[in-house]
């Protein structure tokens, strides 16, 4: 009776020596979402540089400047969304 009871508490401690880093639930590893970041506000962000960049374009310069003010302001949209997500990253460190 000894004799079992030794081996099979020996099979169950070596059992949850192997299974505790797995069941270990730790909080800082849990990923967290940067709300700044996505499709949906990147879209909105540069299509909202596009629209302002072309209308002072139109102004300025016709047709032509609304094509050059919609290029210059989708690069400006697209800089301010890399800069919206990097300034979160940089806030909130994993």
Do not use: W
């Amino acid at each position: 009776m000894p004799k079992t009871f030794k081996s099979i508490s020996m099979i169950l401690i070596a059992c949850l020596l192997v299974l505790c880093p797995l069941l270990n639930s730790d909080a800082s590893a849990m990923q967290r979402r940067n709300p700044e970041a996505g499709k949906k506000k990147a879209a909105k962000r540069i299509g909202i540089g596009t629209a302002i960049g072309a209308g002072a374009g139109g102004l300025i310069g016709g047709r032509k400047g609304a094509l050059i003010g919609a290029g210059a302001g989708a690069g400006a949209g697209t800089a301010y969304h890399i800069h919206k997500k990097r300034s979160y990253r940089r806030r909130h460190p994993r």
